[in-house]
């Protein structure tokens, strides 16, 4: 385990932010003020509508991104859904480890064709 992977373990709420870094400014200051602790009221609605319209991905305006996307706004209010939530982003910064990255701060051997230099 690298020093990177002590640090993901030990706050899984910093790899969160991390990856909501990548989304658009507007959709970030969205999901910032839904994840604040006073915003559980429209959370929790939020993450049903969602998972809804998950499940409604045949239809032209929907599609399955609202699906985990509910799962993860209502893993900040159900703990069993938190411990999925940690599990999901392990598997998924083993896979994609460059969407967790500072945003502008790309190693060598990470940029696509440069991993003969690192």
Not at 92 to 117: S, T
């Amino acid at each position: 385990m690298t020093y990177s992977d002590d640090i993901a373990y030990a706050d899984p709420e910093r790899r969160l932010r991390r990856l909501l870094r990548r989304l658009p400014s507007r959709m970030q200051a969205i999901t910032r003020w839904l994840r604040k602790p006073a915003s559980r009221w429209a959370r929790l609605p939020a993450g049903i509508l969602l998972i809804i319209g998950g499940c409604l991905a045949i239809l032209p305006v929907f599609g399955l991104w609202m699906f985990p996307l509910g799962l993860m706004l209502l893993a900040d209010d159900i703990p069993p859904l938190r411990r999925s939530r940690d599990r999901a982003l392990d598997w998924l910064e083993r896979r994609r480890p460059h969407w967790f990255a500072a945003a502008g701060r790309l190693r060598w051997a990470e940029k696509p064709g440069d991993a003969a230099r690192g």
